[in-house]
C-alpha cells in the first residue's frame, strides 16, 4: 500500500484571491498520464448529454492537446485572445457530436506557458464574461503545479483533482492539494480517482490520499467519484472518438456519467 510521509504543516491560511466566479471548474492532476484530458472531456460530454450548456477550455497554456483529441481542426484558438487578435467569445469553435463548445489552445507555444500575472488575469476575467452564456466553463488545467496552473484553479470555483493509484500520481496529487491547502484555496478542492482496477481499489487510494492530507494539513478533500479503467479508454483516445459515444455501456461510462450528475447536482444547480 502506498504511505504518503510528511512533516505536519501550520493549518493557518490566509485568503488572497477575490470570490471565484460560479461554475467555473478547473481540472487539475500533480501528475501527467492520469488520463485529465480525457476526464475533462468526458465531463464536458456528460453534461452535455444531461442537457447543460457547457464550454471545455483548454488551459493548458503550451502544451493544450484537447483538439488533438477531439480531432477538432480549430480555426481559431487561444493564442488569437492572447496576441489581441481576438475576444475570447470569437475563438469559440462547436464540438457537433459532443453538443459542448470548444476554445482550443496552442501546443508548442512556449509563450503561453510563461504568461505574465497581469495576463493570467485578463484571461480569467474573460471567461468570467462569457460564463452567463453557459451553465458550466470547464478549463483543462496542465499536468504539475506552476505559477499558471495554481492561479487558475484559485480562480475556478471547483477544481478536480484527477490521481491514480500509482505512487507517484497519489504523492504529486498530494502535493498539489498541498500547495492549494497553503494558498488558502483548498476548499474548493474534490477529488477524482481515475484508472481503478475496482471499487474497492478507487476507494483504497482515496483513502490514502485523504489520511495524509488529515494527518499532515488536518484537512481532507472530498471524494468526487471513481472511473474503473477500461482499454477502450485508449482505444477511443487513439481514434480521437468520444468515450461516452464509443462506449457507453461500460463501467467505466456509467461511472463518468454518475460523476456528471453529482456535478450537475451539487455545482450548477
Aim: hydrophobic share 40%; net charge neutral.
Amino acid at each position: 500500500m502506498t504511505t504518503i510521509t510528511e512533516t505536519p504543516q501550520n493549518t493557518n491560511t490566509v485568503q488572497t484571491e477575490p470570490k471565484r466566479a460560479q461554475r467555473l471548474i478547473a481540472v487539475a492532476s500533480g501528475k501527467g498520464g492520469v488520463g485529465k484530458t480525457w476526464f475533462s472531456i468526458g465531463l464536458a460530454h456528460a453534461l452535455s448529454k444531461l442537457g447543460k450548456k457547457v464550454l471545455l477550455f483548454d488551459g493548458d497554456l503550451g502544451l493544450a492537446n484537447v483538439d488533438v483529441q477531439l480531432g477538432l481542426m480549430a480555426k481559431r484558438d487561444l493564442s488569437d485572445v492572447i496576441e489581441g487578435n481576438l475576444g475570447m467569445a470569437r475563438v469559440i469553435e462547436h464540438h457537433t457530436e459532443g453538443g459542448f463548445d470548444v476554445i482550443a489552445g496552442r501546443s508548442g507555444q512556449g509563450a503561453l506557458a510563461s504568461l505574465p500575472l497581469p495576463r493570467l488575469q485578463e484571461i480569467v476575467e474573460q471567461l468570467r464574461m462569457i460564463l452567463k452564456d453557459y451553465d458550466a466553463i470547464i478549463i483543462d488545467l496542465g499536468a504539475g503545479i506552476d505559477r499558471t496552473v495554481r492561479y487558475m484553479s484559485a480562480s475556478a470555483d471547483t477544481t478536480f483533482v484527477v490521481s491514480t493509484d500509482e505512487p507517484t500520481s497519489l504523492t504529486d496529487a498530494y502535493a498539489y492539494i498541498k500547495l492549494s491547502h497553503a494558498a488558502g484555496h483548498a476548499d474548493n478542492i474534490r477529488v477524482v480517482i481515475n484508472q481503478t482496477g475496482s471499487e474497492k481499489e478507487g476507494m483504497a487510494t482515496y483513502a490514502t490520499l485523504s489520511k495524509a492530507c488529515q494527518n499532515f494539513l488536518k484537512f481532507t478533500p472530498p471524494l468526487m467519484g471513481l472511473i474503473r479503467q477500461d482499454k477502450r479508454v485508449r482505444e477511443a483516445i487513439r481514434a480521437q472518438a468520444l468515450f461516452l459515444t464509443r462506449s457507453p455501456n461500460t463501467e467505466t461510462a456509467q461511472d463518468l456519467e454518475g460523476i456528471a450528475a453529482k456535478v450537475a447536482q451539487e455545482t450548477l444547480a
